[in-house]
């Protein structure tokens, strides 16, 4: 009797489960969270609210964004990191926090290595070198003639430590031989407002963040980091132009999850994401901020990251690069 009572409750829970189960259907059935390390206004939150509106449109899914600036992006990829591997928290990464920051920071909240599934590449972005309309600089070497006179007292603003942004002012540093004082912000917006109101002299920006006060005249730019020419900025000499061969530093952006992340779940983020940076209104809308689309598999992103890490790495000892 107890046996078969035992039998009896057994086959009553599995069935209550597969019941469940099936009443909770396949994934997703509430909300993504898509964790912005950096905070609004700024190049990966705006990249970051494109592909949620369009992952949005495109399957009906509702994502939520959420900005988690601070630490060069690490408060908010450390979230990701260590949030459940459900698939209802991911996060945008970035050259700074998953290849740039392990070898700047003494320390990491996560090891991007290890920690995350990736997903799928997202997109490309140089740093353009920019000043106000008003500004005394019309060209890099006028920048560079004013760093030379005042030693360490020209500043560039970036978006924080560990930003491409960074690295691409320590980079221009050295291989001009001068001294720049590099002036971190929490983002984007809160850089690109003090170069507006006369705080900073200049800013190392990515291009989706500079785009819009570009087209609006506020400010002008002396020099792009890609290898060539911008399509969106053709005017606009790059730095290898301007007496610096081979000089380039673009950052990337690409969507991640906590690791162990179910292989199904992967692949559906990945499909859907792959079919977004598909479309054309939205390559045209990324071209239009200086972006260019790099759709990329699971795979190829978690090489990439590997790549990079180990690029900035080197960099970064070789230079002696140091956090101020």
Known sequence: MQRRQFLQCGAAAALAASGLARAQGPWPQKPIRLVVP??????????????????????????????KPGAGGNIGLDMVAKAVPDGYT?????????????????????????????????????VVLVVRQDSPFRTLADFLRQAR?????????????????????????????????QVPYKGAGPAM????????????????????????????????????RLSALPSVPTVAEQGFAGFEATTWLGLVAPAGLPADIT?????????????????????????????????????HIRAEHAKWGALIREAQIKLS
């Open 193 to 228: 407002n003090d170069l507006l109101g006369g705080q900073v002299p200049a800013y190392f920006g990515n291009t989706v963040s500079v785009m819009p006060q570009l087209a609006a005249g506020s400010i002008r730019a002396l020099a792009v980091t890609s290898a060539q």
């Open 267 to 303: 692949a559906k983020l990945s499909a859907t994401t792959l079919q977004v940076l598909a479309r054309p209104d939205v390559q045209q809308r990324l071209k239009q901020e200086g972006s260019v689309a790099t759709p990329t598999s699971p795979a190829a992103f978690a090489a």
């Open 90 to 126: 991911i996060g945008m990464g970035q050259a700074a926090n998953l290849a740039i920051n392990p070898g700047l920071y003494p320390k990491m909240p996560f090891d991007p290595l290890k920690d995350f599934t990736a997903i799928a590449g997202v997109a490309a972005q140089p």
């Open 38 to 67: 950096f905070p609004p206004g700024g190049g990966t939150d705006a990249t970051s609210r494109l592909i949620a509106e369009k992952l949005t449109t495109l399957a009906r899914w509702t994502l939520v964004v959420d900005n």
């Open 149 to 181: 006179a005042r030693s360490g007292e020209t500043g560039i603003a970036q978006a924080g430590n560990g930003t491409v942004g960074h690295l691409a002012g320590e980079m221009l540093a050295r291989r001009a031989g001068v001294r720049v004082m």
